[in-house]
């Protein structure tokens, strides 16, 4: 898959099959677009072509909204390019997504950047995809320029689109309930997130966990909710050159809280990687989230707390055993 970050700098595409989303979480439901628009593009003779937008838009739009909350990222820009290239698409697009770009009208929208940036085959959109200032352009829109701009716009039915969205919004409430089943199975693979390794206060060390306290990479990344995980983290060889490889996987569990036992208040995040003894501090590190073992509790003192980690321990041991 070829990525372009430049769109005045575009290659002339082979009769291409376009589509337009945001495809966070590249997750079970988009896999029906991708797999429609590779088969225009495969009848056509032509590539297959996806425009995606960073950032999220409606982190631009509502950016100057008090009332409207931060919206959670299920991908960073990297992993839905990487997952993306995972499904043979042609080439991914990406657009910068501003206030200026925002305000382009409708037929601007549709000429200036998708007609004579893409030179579309076919547009692959659904019934209910709105583009240009306002909101004012729609599917009817499209049809209705298909003989002048050339191109054969296909709509992406209702049902699909319910699929998908339902499928984000599960996602999320999903993570953020603990119910890593339902998130993963939406996803079609395990949730994951990226940070780096920084220093805590060690006290995992001093009950004979040690633990890697992960600064996340990116403030809008989602973060599953407060808990005691399964999980299995690879750590980057060397974040300073581009194209670094991920070391292969080492298993643990993830403690996601306020550390009450301690009289915490800040959220951390927390991986006792098991049968490791390496220095990685400063390395950037991949949380892959298996399962979730149970609530952060408040236990009466560190050898309480100490005996619980054991039992998780076993616990996180037989999960990973049974899922062999």
């Not at 839905?80 to 929208?109: C, M, Q, W």
């Not at 001093?206 to 990116?218: C, E, H, R, V, Y």
């Amino acid at each position: 898959m070829q990525v372009h970050n430049d769109i005045n700098n575009l290659p002339l595409f082979i009769n291409p099959a376009v589509t337009i989303g945001t495809f966070d979480g590249v997750h079970t439901g988009h896999m029906q677009i991708i797999q429609q628009l590779k088969k225009e593009a495969k009848e056509n003779n032509g590539e297959s072509v996806i425009i995606t937008f960073d950032p999220h838009p409606r982190m631009v739009i509502n950016s100057s909204s008090t009332s409207k909350s931060p919206i959670k990222l299920l991908n960073t820009l990297s992993e839905k390019t990487e997952l993306l290239g995972r499904h043979n698409v042609d080439h991914l697009v990406i657009v910068p997504f501003t206030l200026e770009f925002s305000n382009l009208s409708a037929e601007e929208y549709l000429y200036d950047f998708l007609v004579s940036k893409f030179h579309p085959k076919t547009i692959i959109i659904g019934y209910d995809h709105r583009f240009g200032k306002g909101r004012q352009g729609d599917y009817k829109l499209m049809e209705a320029y298909q003989e002048k701009y050339n191109y054969t716009v296909k709509e992406i039915p209702e049902h699909v689109l319910h699929h998908i969205t339902i499928s984000s919004t599960k996602i999320r409430h999903a993570l953020n309930d603990g119910d890593v089943n339902t998130a993963n199975e939406f996803l079609g693979y395990e949730y994951f997130f990226e940070g780096k390794i920084v220093e805590g206060n060690k006290l995992g060390r001093t009950l004979g966990f040690p633990t890697a306290n992960i600064a996340i990479s990116d403030e809008n990344k989602l973060v599953p909710g407060n808990g005691i995980y399964v999980a299995s983290v690879k750590i980057k060889s060397n974040e300073s050159e581009p194209g670094f490889e991920f070391s292969s996987s080492h298993n643990g569990m993830m403690s996601i809280g306020v550390r009450p036992t301690i009289g915490g208040s800040n959220v951390v995040i927390e991986v006792n990687i098991l049968d490791f003894d390496k220095d990685i501090y400063n390395k950037i590190i991949r949380v892959y989230v298996k399962k979730y073992l149970r609530e952060e509790v408040k236990f009466n003192g560190l050898e309480e707390l100490k005996i619980q980690m054991e039992k998780d321990k076993i616990n996180t041991l037989q999960f990973l055993s049974n899922s062999k």
